[in-house]
């Protein structure tokens, strides 16, 4: 076969994005309208025990070898035409030696599992005890680290697997490993860096700006904090094993693809490489710049309108991120992070530490749930869809007013993972009130009702209280596997009452993965630019018009808020009982 035939548009620009999520590692292949080609995906390990939840950079690796491969060759198209990758993952933690092997992070020993997942909460005493030193640094996380970040998990290695630590060459975040195992450059990302490792990106403010881009220093560390919380050991060597250099997302790392990766991908020797993306960040990259018709003409500039939206990356969890051009210390709420996302912008990032996977432990854990999984799958729909259909059917049967009425008894705190934000209580557990001896698909209908209204209440909750510190939020968009579900992101409308956009493509943290690699390959000045040129709006969903709609959950939210209140209240009942 001829190159030609290989081959059949040599002239087009072709940019490949990876996203490695908690359960695959995902590819998809863009071309110069942002336009998705084709995807694949390829799953991946994890190994969970309590609260300790752990998976293997080789088995990734090997997953994402696997994905490219695939959705390059669905898509038809050939390595010459990718012009750019760029990766996005969870902000995981990965720990390699100096020969870039995997070093255990695992009581079992298992030399396999190198990655704490960034659902891992073994690190709780360690986040309360580092948040005990009231470091200048932690005003830069909302006032406080979570379990969820690096520094916890690294406190905890090194006090519990003292080996381990001492082999450890590099600790990286999980797309900044990606990268890093693509091109050898071991220059970190400015998004994982100041949203994960309290890295300072502010430092590099006044030195340059994105469209001057190189590797930067890392002076953004602050070694007081580090010697303080017991990781002095971190800053020998000018930070080497947590980052001695910094870029923006976006800047091309190395010489590219090295001549190992790419015939591991399937791709060329030297195609260029962009610095990462944690993966709600690439979702917020893929979809932030989508506009549609009437924010034209309602916002007085393209700054007005970024600054006044939210981007909800709805997947296992929920990421809420939102820029501004001013910093807003936000308490309880990630952030204020510079150059994390949309280089030169603030980021404030708050979230809901289970969403998708609080849905998955509803319905799976409901006794209706097998015989809901088999109709669902001999009508070839989703089991999100028959509920749905359960639902509307159930509204028409009562005559109840709207659907969301039909769970005016029944109410859900959705906090099964903790609170990330806006009370940032890793403690907070997940209340249902309101059940009953019913066991049937109905009965499972209305709990997943009254859970997706939780997480919109908690959702309405972050953008209350980032708009009480200075946002102007009035617009949500939301990307990810939840996005899909219409009944989802209508509560979400009527109950925060905002329109929420969705993108005209499905795959937005692959699209912003892929627009790093547009940059990297020099095919727009900057990443802002590549956003503008990428990003495309589709459907626009407004929240409901009637009055009764509103007042409902008006009151329903209120009891929400309540729930949490309760908690508190019973917990130190019990603390005064037990002391």
């Known amino acids: 076969m001829t190159t030609a035939e290989l081959n059949p548009f040599p002239s087009r620009s072709v ?7 908690t359960g695959s590692a995902r590819a998809g292949l863009f071309d110069e309208n942002g336009k998705l080609l084709g995807s694949a995906s390829s799953p991946i390990q994890i190994w969970k025990d309590g609260d300790c939840v752990e998976q293997s950079s080789t088995d990734i690796w090997h997953a994402v070898c696997a994905a490219v491969k695939s959705a390059c060759s669905l898509a038809n198209v050939s390595e010459v035409e990718v012009k750019g990758i760029g990766f996005a993952a969870t902000c995981s933690l990965v720990a390699v030696d100096a020969e870039g092997s995997p070093v255990t992070v695992s009581w079992s020993g298992d030399s396999r599992r190198n990655i704490i997942v960034w659902m891992d909460h073994r690190a709780v005493k360690q986040a309360e005890r580092i948040n005990s030193f009231n470091s200048p640094v932690l005003q830069y996380c909302g006032g406080g680290v979570s379990p969820e970040m690096e520094p916890p998990k690294l406190l905890w290695v090194k006090e519990n697997l003292k080996e381990s630590w001492s082999m450890v060459y590099k600790w990286m975040d999980l797309s900044d490993w990606l990268s890093y195992r693509a091109t050898g450059d071991d220059t970190r990302s400015l998004c994982t860096t100041v949203c994960k490792w309290t890295y300072l990106g502010h430092a590099h403010m006044h030195q340059m700006s994105e469209k001057a881009s190189r590797d930067m220093e890392a002076c953004g560390w602050d070694d ?8 002095g050991d971190l800053v020998d060597g000018h930070h080497a094993k947590i980052g001695r250099s910094v870029a923006f997302p976006g800047h091309p790392l190395g010489n590219g ?36 018709d009437s924010d034209s003409l309602t916002k007085e500039s393209d700054v007005d309108t970024l600054c006044s939206r939210m981007v909800l990356v709805c997947g296992t969890s929920t990421c809420h991120m939102a820029v501004s051009r001013e910093k807003l210390f936000i308490p309880g709420v990630w952030g204020p992070f510079w150059s994390a996302m949309v280089p030169e912008y603030w980021l404030t990032e708050g979230g809901q530490s289970a969403t998708g996977a609080l849905l998955d432990h509803i319905i799976e854990n409901h006794v209706a749930s097998p015989r809901l999984a088999n109709r669902a799958a001999s009508q070839k729909v989703s089991v999100f869809e028959l509920l749905n259909n359960i639902l509307k059917t159930m509204a028409e049967d009562t005559s109840s007013p709207f659907i969301s009425a039909l769970t005016s008894d029944m109410h859900i705190l959705p906090d099964f993972h903790g609170n990330r934000s806006p009370v940032a209580d890793p403690n907070s557990k997940g209340v249902i009130f309101g059940m009953s001896l019913d066991t049937s698909e109905k009965q499972l209908a209305l709990l997943y009702l009254a859970t997706i209204q939780g997480i919109a209440y908690g959702t309405r909750h972050i953008v209350e209280h980032c708009n009480a510190h200075g946002h102007k939020i009035d617009t949500l968009l939301a990307c990810g596997g939840l996005s899909k579900n219409p009944l989802f992101i209508q509560e979400h409308a009527d109950i925060v009452g905002c329109p929420i956009i969705l993108p005209r493509e499905s795959e937005s943290v692959l699209l912003g993965a892929a627009i790093l690699g547009a940059v990297a390959g020099k095919n727009y000045p900057s990443l802002h630019d590549a956003m503008k040129a990428l990003n495309a709006a589709g459907q626009v969903v407004h929240p409901s018009s009637d009055p009764k709609v509103t007042k409902y959950h008006d009151a329903k939210y209120r009891i929400f808020r309540n729930l949490y209140e309760q908690q508190l209240s019973h917990r130190s009942i019990i603390a005064e009982a037990l002391a």
């Open 257 to 292: 693809l090295t001549a190992t990766a790419a015939k591991e991908l399937g791709l060329l020797a030297g195609t260029p490489v962009g610095t990462s993306l944690i993966d709600a960040h690439a979702g917020g990259v893929g979809v932030m710049e989508s506009k549609s």
């Open 224 to 231: 007081e904090f580090w010697e303080e919380i017991g990781l």
């Open 15 to 21: 940019f490949l994005g990876v996203d490695v999520g």
